[in-house]
């Protein structure tokens, strides 16, 4: 459905967008993700046709963007970053207009009426645009791009600046309408791009750091055996702590126990890691019954997405400061035949990046309480 | 190009500016008229449509400052330029909407032809020449104006510009007057605006100046298509 070869785009001495190739089948939700100044809005207007390419191709529905741009873009439904909404209209003057800008075939009534009923705006349809809330406008925005039913969404940032709720619905409607078209998605926020997309293209300095399925880009990180426990002693006193370390440290293939902080009453969470390739779980389990223990929390902290993200990000930080000299060192992270492998973290390292990611998963649930 | 027309003549009339635009150009023209015309107890008009030429260089860029401006500002391009239309669609939409504005203002100025017409004797060719050359001189300048506001995302600085610009067409004659380059000032004064338009008002119909006109209209419609195409090689 969309196939992207070589794409590259330079403002002046900058590489905004360098050699990046990809191919969206039917049917499929893509997600971009990556830091802002990425490359993501750069790499989505050229493929509405916005902005032009410094070199490579574009071919949406097997049509080039560049040869025939009225076509190609006959094709796609886009929502930029910044919806492009009249504000002194109403939304049903706008959508009007829209209907008639894109030529559309079908019957005005019933099809902007399907639309709006999709993207829940019904009930503002008459009032002006300017007055509506942030998420009615990213709505409207939406619905813009839904009208003459695109085969292809493209959708830049589409849940920026709304609030949870908004967001749950956006996400909800972008899945539902996955199903029947083909849909580009760029995000900054990580969850967001798991919850909903089938494939995922991690883009930082313009260059895809990785690319492929949620779950082959889960899977290839998932080979660091560590883990959270909250293990709940027979005495309920600090005298359990010593024991159960000792204890779980006498397994095979564990590596390295570590006794953290008492977290509820009388009861401690351990670190655990064990050696590759060996699942301590139910070994573990056994002792635990054994022993008369109580297993309250059982915690995998294998390298989630949002470590990668962290790691690419930080990997930007880093060549920040250091601008002047050569282009972005190759984060921790290379690609193989499309499959993402993480090498193996310097283990100082790892840790702090799983800490931060812990907390901004806590905020982001509201705390566990 | 129809969708894009429709659009901007709803927001000349919501965002205001068609009031303002015919308010203003009625109520010069008609001080023009009753002192000028009426007040003189004449039927000769060609002074009330030279004064004309002023009024029409500082009213255009009020029609055209935001066609562009506005849309580059809100990022609205975005959902023009991504749509399946060109770009000489786009920008003649914009343009005959404001041309036809501006024929409505005309339109109802014919007003005054009439009352003319029914107080004395008009000789009709003169006063209809004067009001095409007025049209043909409207449509250039809003071709002008419609340009200068594609370069810029500023819509006061667009006006601004844009009545700078056509006063220095307005002074064109006067520049080329003092220009001892005797090719450049006689280049200087083919390209004014004034000295063809005042043919009119003397009651000669000038094709030729019609011509110039009309090329001039498309000349900078197509340089604004360009500067729309260039912004995405940027």
């Known amino acids: 459905m969309i196939e992207v070869k070589n794409l590259t785009k330079r403002y002046g001495d900058k590489q905004a967008v360098n050699d990046i190739s990809f191919k969206v089948e039917k049917g499929e939700i893509l997600g971009f993700l990556g830091p802002n100044g990425a490359g993501k809005s750069t790499t989505m207007n050229m493929l509405t046709g916005y902005i032009s390419s410094t070199s490579g191709q574009i071919l949406i529905n097997g049509v080039d963007i560049l040869e025939d741009p009225k076509k190609a873009k006959s094709f796609i439904g886009y929502l930029p970053e910044i919806p492009p909404l009249y504000m002194d209209m109403t939304v049903d003057a706008y959508l009007s207009f829209m209907f008639d800008l894109k030529k559309c075939k079908l019957p005005r009534k019933a099809h902007l009426k399907d639309v709006c009923d999709l993207c829940k705006i019904t009930a503002v349809r008459g ?7 942030k998420g009615y406008k990213q709505r409207v925005g939406l619905a813009q791009a839904l009208i003459n039913n695109p085969p292809v969404l493209i959708l830049d940032e589409p849940t920026v600046g709304l609030d949870p709720n908004q967001i749950i619905e956006i996400r909800t409607l972008i899945k539902k309408l996955g199903k029947t078209h083909t849909v580009i998605l760029s995000s900054h926020i990580l969850p967001e791009i798991q919850a909903v997309c089938d494939k995922i293209i991690i883009i930082n300095k313009g260059v895809v750091a990785a690319n492929g399925t949620a779950e082959e880009i889960a899977k290839n990180i998932t080979n660091e055996h560590k883990m959270t426990l909250r293990i709940e002693g027979s005495t309920g006193t600090a005298a359990d702590k010593q024991q159960v370390a000792d204890a779980i440290r006498a397994l095979p293939g564990v590596k390295y126990v570590r006794a953290d902080m008492e977290r509820e009453k009388g009861i401690y969470d351990y670190d655990v890691e064990a050696e590759e390739n060996v699942d301590i779980r139910r070994s573990l389990n056994d002792l635990c019954r054994e022993k008369g223990w109580n297993i309250l929390m059982l915690q995998l902290s294998d390298l989630t997405l949002e470590d990668i993200f962290l790691k690419i990000t930080m990997g930007e930080t880093l060549s920040d400061s250091q601008k002047n000299s050569k282009p972005a060192p190759k984060i921790d992270i290379s690609v193989k035949d499309g499959e993402l492998v993480a090498s193996t973290a310097k283990a100082d390292e790892a840790p702090a990046a799983e800490d931060e990611s812990a907390d901004a998963e806590e905020k982001e649930n509201g705390g566990d309480q | 190009m129809g969708a894009i027309y429709r659009r901007e003549m709803q927001a000349f009339f919501i965002s205001g500016i068609a009031y303002v635009f015919l308010a203003v150009f009625f109520l010069f023209s008609g001080i023009f008229f009753f002192n000028g015309v009426l007040g003189m107890g004449t039927s000769e008009v060609s002074a009330m449509f030279s004064s004309m030429f002023i009024i029409v260089l500082f009213l255009i860029p009020i029609l055209t400052m935001k066609l562009m401006s506005e849309e580059k500002k809100n990022r609205t391009d975005q959902g023009l330029l991504t749509a399946p239309v060109g770009l000489w669609s786009i920008v003649l939409g914009k343009y005959f909407a404001a041309l036809t504005l501006f024929a409505i203002a005309e339109a109802i100025v014919f007003i005054y032809a009439l009352i003319l017409g029914y107080l004395g004797n008009v000789i009709w060719s003169t006063l209809i020449g004067n009001y095409i050359a007025m049209l043909f001189l409207g449509a250039a300048f809003i071709a002008v104006g419609l ?27 006067s520049l080329a007057r003092n220009v001892k380059n005797a090719t450049v000032s006689k280049i200087m004064t083919s390209l004014s605006f004034y000295s063809r338009y005042l043919e009119f008002t003397r009651g000669v119909f000038s094709l030729s100046s019609i011509v110039f006109f009309v090329s001039a209209a498309f000349l900078f419609n197509f340089l604004t298509v360009r500067v729309l195409d260039k912004r995405r090689w940027g």
């Open chain 1, 127 to 133: 009032r002006l645009i300017r007055n509506l809330s």
């Open chain 2, 147 to 173: 340009f200068i506001s594609s370069l810029t995302e500023n819509q006061m600085a667009a006006a601004v510009a844009s009545m700078l610009a056509l006063f220095m067409l307005y002074l064109m004659d």
